[in-house]
């Protein structure tokens, strides 16, 4: 589909998943979320039960983003044992080799991580995401790491991308083009996949609520 047969370009579509977000006060810092992947309430909830899909739970090397709304998902992560590989934020296609806990946090990451090129290893990614839709439709924050999704197909690792989001994030199909497709959705009321979605309201969360 082209952005013609859209109702909506990504950047309108962001504006009014953070702007409602922010107005029924589902996020923390940093705020206001407009230009960021949202740090929404919840987050801990959707990580664990994205961790404890069978889908995800027999994973052992995973790619994370450096998200806030992430890291309760990479300390959960590293406490079960999984190895991570986050993106180094000071040297652009460089990951942090992480398996201690006390490495969830970026701050920590130069203490705990050892820097490397290649996230080998790797059997899935977990991004950061502004919205999704039931097709596994993602939509990013238009820029930054992974924007359009990780694509390490081109390193040879055919991997599934996961994603977090809250509610209000939620669509049943999103009115603009998805920047990718992830195959699960953690959110704080479960985990959701294009098999197992619950419709939200046609172009909620803020088409038809007005925001």
């Known amino acids: 589909m082209t952005q013609d047969a859209?109702?909506?370009?990504?950047?309108?579509?962001?504006?009014?998943?953070?702007?409602?977000?922010?107005?029924?006060?589902?996020?923390?810092?940093?705020?206001?979320p407009h230009g960021h992947h949202p740090n929404?309430?919840?987050?801990?909830?959707?990580?664990?039960?994205?961790?404890?899909?069978?889908?995800v739970a027999a994973l052992r090397v995973l790619v994370v983003g450096p998200e806030r709304a992430l890291?309760?998902?990479?300390?959960?992560?590293?406490?079960?044992?999984?190895?991570?590989?986050?993106?180094?934020?000071?040297?652009?296609?460089w990951y942090w080799r992480v398996t201690d806990p006390a490495g969830a946090k970026l701050s920590a990451l130069p203490d705990y991580g050892e820097p490397v090129l290649r996230p080998d290893g790797a059997q899935g990614v977990v991004l950061g995401s502004v919205a999704a839709d039931e097709q596994g439709g993602r939509l990013g924050k238009g820029y930054g790491w992974a924007a359009r999704g990780l694509h390490l197909s081109a390193l040879g690792l055919e991997v599934p991308e996961f994603t977090l989001a809250h509610p209000l994030m939620l669509s049943s199909r999103l009115p603009c083009p998805p920047d990718s497709v992830v195959a699960l959705v953690g959110t704080p009321r479960g985990v959701q996949s294009p098999k197992t979605f619950p419709l939200a309201p046609a172009g909620s969360p803020s088409v038809d609520s007005g925001a």
């Open 6 to 32: 859209y109702a909506v370009t990504p950047g309108a579509w962001r504006e009014q998943v953070w702007t409602t977000l922010m107005r029924e006060r589902q996020c923390s810092y940093p705020l206001p």
């Open 40 to 55: 929404f309430k919840g987050a801990r909830d959707a990580a664990g039960h994205l961790l404890r899909h069978p889908d």
């Open 71 to 93: 890291y309760p998902l990479r300390k959960l992560a590293l406490q079960s044992g999984v190895t991570l590989y986050v993106p180094h934020q000071k040297k652009a296609g």
